[in-house]
């Protein structure tokens, strides 16, 4: 499965409200470290389709989310379980440091 576009109008169902947790891809598409990311987040959400769900903020498109969130760099990583942050992650990340943010 693909990684869900997350906009204001959607985040309340897709994130607060998800049953399962989810990992937010904070970027931007002039950013070179966020395409650099991008093909392991789409491996993540295509794998763990089913235990995690996986969305993408563009923090230009959702500016009150990146406000809301305290976003000051892209790519951040977030962990959402519950409605509550569990875990945050600046700048690019091998696979096996995303994973373990998952297993919060």
Request: glycine letters at 6%; one cysteine or more; proline letters at 6%.
């Amino acid at each position: 499965m693909k990684p869900i576009v997350i906009t204001e109008e959607n985040f309340e169902a897709e994130v607060m409200q998800s049953e399962v947790p989810v990992l937010l891809d904070f970027t931007a598409t002039w950013c070179g470290p966020c395409r650099m990311l991008a093909p392991i987040v789409d491996e993540l959400a295509e794998e763990l389709d089913g235990k995690i769900k996986v969305g993408k903020v563009d923090v230009d498109e959702a500016r009150g989310l990146a406000m809301k969130y305290q976003i000051m760099s892209v790519p951040t990583l977030m962990v959402i379980q519950g409605g509550q942050v569990k875990n945050i992650s600046v700048g690019v990340k091998p696979k096996a440091a995303i994973l373990e943010m998952l297993s919060v």
